[in-house]
């Protein structure tokens, strides 16, 4: 089946640092991918929607200026959370949907950011 | 009002029985119709889709879709406590975003 490696698995920081994630499609190509938060005990909420090559659409309430996504290849999509604060902890999910796919995205692994 | 909604659970059922987990959404424009499970701390993975109504079936999990009544639904037969975890309702509209239910924990006890 398709996968889809996220990295780094957890990450700790210190506040007002950034932190890169990384969403790879490890054996297919991926013209969207989606940026998830999950909150503890809580569903997971739609960050942004990324496709290749062009800029990525966040949902309302969502700052592009600090949560800054860049799809760059079929492959590979980064999620930077600049100047981090506390309340950005969170669990961070990335999903890839392959090209000229009918069925839903894959998901990668999640990213569990602390930030101190 | 929630676009898709769950009942949070939890939802107790005895290692053997069926487990049924609903689902409800707003938008009559969607499409397609996801079952994610989720253990704690994991990332979803899933289960199945959907995206006619009636009954789907793969092995001991059978999604059901009512589009008139916009409602989805997913049984788990034979319940093992290894299904034990929080499943999510996520339903695809015409703009092709996803939305995800609050989940539903269920617990299988042996």
């Known amino acids: 089946g398709a996968v889809v490696s996220q990295h780094p698995s957890w990450v700790i920081c210190k506040s007002g640092t950034s932190v890169k994630i990384e969403c790879r499609s490890l054996d297919f190509q991926a013209t969207t991918m989606f940026w998830y938060r999950q909150f503890p005990k809580q569903s997971l909420m739609l960050m942004a929607t990324s496709n290749e090559g062009s800029k990525a659409t966040y949902e309302q309430g969502v700052e592009k200026d600090k949560f800054l996504i860049n799809h760059a290849s079929l492959t590979l999509s980064t999620l930077t959370v600049t100047s981090a604060h506390p309340e950005d902890s969170s669990f961070y999910i990335c999903?890839?949907?392959?090209?000229?796919?009918?069925?839903?995205?894959?998901f990668g692994q999640g990213t569990r950011l602390t930030v101190v | 009002q929630k676009e898709v909604e769950q009942n949070s659970g939890p939802l107790s059922v005895p290692e053997g029985a069926i487990a049924s987990l609903n689902c409800t959404y707003s938008?009559?424009?969607?499409?397609?119709f996801f079952w994610y499970r989720q253990y704690s701390g994991k990332s979803p993975e899933l289960i199945m889709f959907i995206y006619s109504n009636g009954d789907k079936e793969d092995g001991r999990f059978t999604a059901q879709l009512n589009k008139a009544s916009q409602y989805v639904s997913l049984l788990i037969r034979d319940s093992q406590p290894s299904d034990s975890a929080t499943y999510l309702c996520?339903?695809?509209?015409?703009?092709?975003?996803?939305?995800f239910g609050g989940g539903t924990r269920l617990m299988v006890k042996p």
């Open positions: 999903s890839a949907r392959p090209r000229d796919s009918g069925t839903e995205a894959f």
């Open positions: 938008d009559r424009g969607s499409q397609s």
């Open positions: 996520a339903v695809r509209s015409a703009g092709n975003m996803l939305t």
